[in-house]
């Protein structure tokens, strides 16, 4: 099946992941799976341990009409799925992007599914990174997230504005929209 993007580009059969992480802005990423689906991409969604406590699995099920990968063990990926999923992937889109996630990801941990995924996709990976305004101005974090970009990992985000703390700052995740057309213009480059 192939369709149109809102851009005018023709997409379908991409095989993107999008991987979801524990902050609020969890509920944005059921809007970005339910655009990537709509614009015709096969969806696999990975769920943290703490994104599920943000979005239940039944959501994702069925925007993707497939349940959620939540754990590193899954019987429907006997090689494990953050080999299966890896195989075939043109984008891992990781939204949002805890300063968990970041540390992870920057320092080669494998030491949940989505960490062990990363290190496993040759594909882009774009990240959404969501937090609060003190979480994402400590140098540890920014450090990270240097690191990732040195590493060619592709960031949307974070903007300014109302934050779930309460407070106003930068830290709040870039909206379905923006990361959807960031995604697509990754997608495009592959051709
Ligand atoms: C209500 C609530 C909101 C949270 N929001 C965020 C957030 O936006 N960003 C973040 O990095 N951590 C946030 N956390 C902390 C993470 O959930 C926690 O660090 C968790 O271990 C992240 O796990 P994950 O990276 O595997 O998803 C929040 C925790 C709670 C209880």
């Known amino acids: 099946m192939s369709a149109k993007s809102a851009d005018g580009e023709r997409v379908g059969s991409r095989r993107i992941v999008v991987a979801i992480g524990g902050g609020i802005a969890a509920y944005k990423s059921a809007t970005l799976v339910s655009r990537l689906v709509q614009q015709g991409d096969d969806c696999s969604v990975v769920l943290t341990r703490a994104g599920q406590e943000f979005v239940g699995s039944a959501t994702f099920a ?17 090689m494990g799925p953050h080999i299966e999923l890896a195989d075939g992937c043109d984008l891992l889109v990781i939204a949002p992007a805890t300063a968990r996630i970041l540390a992870s990801c920057a320092h080669g ?14 594909c882009p990976v774009l990240m959404a990174p969501a937090m609060s305004a003190s979480m994402w101005e400590k140098p540890s974090v920014q450090r990270n997230v240097m690191q990732l970009r040195s590493d060619g990992v ?38």
């Open 62 to 78: 069925a925007l993707c009409n497939r349940a959620p990968v939540v754990s590193p063990f899954d019987d429907r990926y006997p």
């Open 109 to 122: 941990l494998a030491d949940d599914l989505l960490a062990t995924l990363y290190l496993s996709v040759t």
């Open 154 to 191: 592709h960031m949307v985000g974070p903007g300014e504005g109302w934050l779930s703390c309460r407070q106003k700052g930068t830290g709040r995740m870039a909206e379905a929209d923006e990361i959807l057309i960031e995604a697509n213009n990754l997608l495009r480059n592959l051709g």
